[in-house]
């Protein structure tokens, strides 16, 4: 008699569970992480003050999105602040949007860009401009049209390469602008 109720409960179990087709499930390409107000400080040391460490730059953002293989998306747009070992910002970026590649370390700015060189007085816009954090004079770099204003000078061109602190940079096009002659 329980063999015969236990055959009966497996039997309607069998019947009620649809084995007919399976739903595939997708895979989830969207961020790992997503935060708001965000403000990150990035310190590394420097070989002419040995081991100790200091605040190299600053990111700020309303938000940030944070993917599985580490590449970060600022679609809210995204402000930096470069300090120079003396804590003085050397240069800030601000742009509407802005993205991280992990893999190739490399920062790319959207959409009304503006780089302030605070040192130099010098200041670039364009709407595009990638970083590349450390040195080499092509640091900061863009294909697309830029202006890049100095103390005596304005500068219309495409392309541009600049070393981190701004302090050389080349227009690859000019194509115009306005220059003051010392005597």
Same mark, same amino acid.
């Given at each position: ?13 069998? #019947?009620?569970? /649809?084995?007919? *087709?399976?739903?595939?499930?997708? *895979? ?8 708001? /107000? ?23 953002? /309303? ?5 599985? !293989?580490? =590449? ?5 747009? #995204?402000?930096?602040? !470069? ?11 601000? @742009? =509407? ?11 790319? @700015?959207?959409? !009304?860009?503006?780089?302030? =060189? ?20 092509? @640091?900061?770099?863009?294909? %697309? ?5 100095? %103390? ?9 390469? @600049?070393?981190? !602190?701004?302090?050389?940079?080349? #227009? ?9 002659? *010392?005597?």
């Amino acid at each position: 008699m329980k063999l015969g109720k236990l055959f009966l409960i497996f039997t309607a179990m069998m #019947i009620s569970c /649809d084995t007919s *087709e399976v739903t595939k499930v997708q *895979e989830y390409h969207g961020p790992m992480y997503e935060l708001t /107000d965000v403000e990150t400080l990035y310190s590394e040391g420097e070989e002419e003050v040995d081991t100790v460490a200091f605040v190299k730059f600053k990111l700020m953002a /309303d938000r940030q999105m944070i993917f599985e !293989n580490e =590449n970060m998306e600022f679609p809210e747009g #995204i402000y930096i602040e !470069n300090y120079k070992i003396d804590g003085t910002v050397a240069f800030t970026l601000k @742009a =509407n949007t802005g993205y991280y590649d992990a893999k190739e370390k490399v920062y790319k @700015a959207e959409g !009304n860009v503006i780089l302030r =060189n605070l040192v130099e007085e010098q200041q670039v816009n364009s709407e595009e401009l990638y970083w590349e954090p450390g040195p080499g004079d092509d @640091a900061i770099y863009t294909d %697309k049209f830029v202006i890049v204003k100095t %103390k005596s000078e304005v500068i219309y061109g495409e392309g541009l390469r @600049a070393s981190q !602190n701004f302090e050389k940079f080349k #227009i690859l096009k000019p194509s115009e602008g306005s220059f003051v002659i *010392e005597e």
